[in-house]
């Protein structure tokens, strides 16, 4: 209809994107209520190590239970929670329920079970350090048990004051990981300056690295990287055993993905950590 209308001339009315408006605009007023309505919820993806087999820690990955939606993934909602600036109180009731998450485990299984939560980057200001002083002073949980991720481009966008963050991060002994590694900028020259404690590896990486030379030859330089530089490395997107095979042999300690286990309900995760693996787990369910 706007062709005909002929050429610089715009169309009015175009219903598609009409409808797209009122639905973003439906979203946000939704997501403005969600948090008082306790509709968000974690869940945890183990991370295992490659030697053991053992649960050492889990990955808080956000879900939203929209109550006519049903569940909306964290790709749909979070650049939406950034723009309205609901990402602040949000990412701050993460770190809070991961951590009185990370206690519960902690105190109940008496073992230094780990917890990685990720990072918006609008949350790289001084109001994370406030409330990661009060998260530490609310729960009993070992600083270094916890793993904040954060990404390359996140370290770019603002390197000098980033830098002084996240040394006031592990200031407290709070440990940094950086997500979906080797797909940024993969600056080598700053990592050594900053500090990281763990690289993890991204999962277009491990995605057929048992037959895919040139994912393979990536993953070995980012496994040789890491430990040159004393860094921890976490394989991401584990799904086969070929995958955790090859990844064990070549020296990385950490993996994590549907091979092991999909991100669980927190009821799922102390079950999980009740067996020992998720493998037990299913079986005792009879799955
Ligand atoms: P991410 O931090 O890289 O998280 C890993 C994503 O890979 C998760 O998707 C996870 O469910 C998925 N995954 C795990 N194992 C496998 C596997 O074996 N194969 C495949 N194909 N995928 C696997 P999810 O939960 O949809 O989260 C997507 C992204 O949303 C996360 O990527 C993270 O960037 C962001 N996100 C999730 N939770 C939070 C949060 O609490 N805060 C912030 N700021 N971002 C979050
Ligand atoms: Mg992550
Ligand atoms: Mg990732
Ligand atoms: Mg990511």
């Known amino acids: 209809r706007a062709k005909q209308r002929g050429k610089g001339k715009y169309a009015i009315f175009d219903p598609i994107m009409h409808s797209q408006v009122v639905e973003r605009l439906q979203m946000e007023n939704d997501l403005r209520h969600a948090l008082d309505n306790q509709e968000f919820i974690l869940n945890y993806q ?104 954060i990404t390359e481009s996140m370290l770019i966008e603002n390197l000098e004051s980033t830098f002084y963050l996240l040394h006031q991060v592990k200031e407290r002994n709070i440990s940094i990981s950086i997500d979906d590694f080797g797909t940024g900028y993969s600056c080598f020259s700053y990592l050594h300056r900053l500090p990281v404690d763990i690289l993890k590896i991204d999962r277009s990486f491990v995605h057929n690295l048992e037959f895919n030379h040139h994912n393979q030859l990536i ?49 799922q995760a102390t079950m999980v950590l009740e067996k020992g693996s998720y493998q037990e787990y299913i079986n005792n369910k009879q799955i």
């Not at 600036?85 to 008496?110: D, R």
């Not at 002083?133 to 270094?144: A, K």
């Not at 430990?227 to 995958?243: D, F, L, T």
């Open 46 to 149: 183990p991370i295992v190590n490659l030697e053991s087999s053992v649960i050492e820690g889990f990955e808080a990955l956000i879900r939203w239970q929209h109550p006519k939606k049903g569940l909306i993934s964290p790709f749909k909602f979070i650049s939406i929670t950034e723009e309205m600036g609901l990402i602040i109180p949000l990412g701050q009731w993460i770190l809070k329920t991961g951590c009185q998450q990370l206690s519960t485990w902690q105190k109940q299984f008496n073992y230094p079970l780990k917890l990685s939560i990720n990072l918006s980057v609008k949350q790289l200001n001084n109001s994370l350090i406030t409330t990661l002083d009060e998260i530490l002073s609310e729960y009993e949980i070992l600083p270094n048990t916890l793993s904040l991720e």
């Open 219 to 267: 993953t070995e330089s980012i496994i040789v990287l890491s430990k040159s530089i004393g860094m921890s490395v976490i394989a991401e997107g584990v799904e086969a055993v070929e995958q955790k095979n090859w990844l064990k042999q070549h020296g990385c300690s950490w993996g994590q993905g549907y091979f092991f286990s999909p991100p669980l309900l927190p009821l």
